[in-house]
């Protein structure tokens, strides 16, 4: 098993700036990849960023390339998503996820096995 806690959410203006980070602990051995996704009311969660842990090849989706940066910490088994130019529609529960197998790093919910608590972000305009 893998446990993920994230931090980092918050409320911020338009335009502002945050960063959040997930630590993984447990059998992090056992995970290749991390991901960021965020859920928003009424909407399905959408991955945002994802990385491998070995060689840190990174995926983005078209919403936040330019605009988001995921970047990781073996040592700390950390993973950080920074956040720029944030806008009111990025408002949503943000959640990092941990998967096994990894392919291609694009990759759908339920590909993913362990996931964290969820953080809220709040992007006010």
């Known amino acids: 098993q893998v446990q993920l806690v994230e931090s980092g959410g918050g409320l911020v203006q338009a335009g502002g700036s945050l960063r959040l980070s997930c630590t993984a602990s447990?059998?992090?051995?056992?995970?290749?990849?991390m991901g960021w996704f965020r859920q928003a009311p009424g909407k399905e969660r959408e991955l945002l960023a994802a990385?491998?842990?070995?060689?840190?090849?990174?995926y983005y989706a078209d919403s936040v390339e330019g605009r988001f940066t995921i970047s990781r910490d073996n040592a700390k088994s950390t993973v950080h998503l920074q956040m720029n130019s944030l806008k009111p529609e990025d408002t949503a529960v943000y959640y990092c996820?941990?998967?096994?197998?990894?392919?291609?790093?694009?990759?759908?919910?339920?590909?993913?096995?362990?996931w964290g608590q969820g953080t809220q972000v709040t992007v006010s305009s």
């Open positions: 996820a941990a998967r096994r197998e990894a392919t291609l790093l694009r990759g759908r919910p339920d590909e993913y096995d362990y």
């Open positions: 447990g059998r992090t051995r056992s995970s290749v990849a």
């Open positions: 990385i491998r842990w070995s060689g840190g090849s990174t």
